[in-house]
């Protein structure tokens, strides 16, 4: 599990409708899952993403994990 930040709404302006976006198909299918509740959140909101990460009962390490680690672990794996 990790949270990407490579995509911020309040960093660019993907106002454009053929960019991504979170209701484009192309992007998000719906065959696979996605629906129209799909949200992005800014990289400001990720201290509340923590925080609820551990009132839901993850430890520190699973927030460290989940914000880096586990995508860091798995790139060092693949990239030797």
């Known amino acids: 599990m990790g949270i990407t930040l490579d995509y911020d709404p309040d960093v660019y302006d993907y106002s454009d409708p053929d960019l991504l976006s979170d209701d484009n198909p192309t992007y998000w299918p719906p065959a696979a899952g996605y629906d129209r509740s799909l949200q992005s959140l800014s990289v400001t909101q990720i201290p509340e993403v923590c925080a609820e990460l551990l009132k839901l009962g993850f430890v520190q ?13 798995v790139a060092e794996h693949v990239w030797k």
């Open 61 to 73: 390490s699973d927030v460290t994990a989940i914000l880096g680690g586990n995508f860091r672990r």
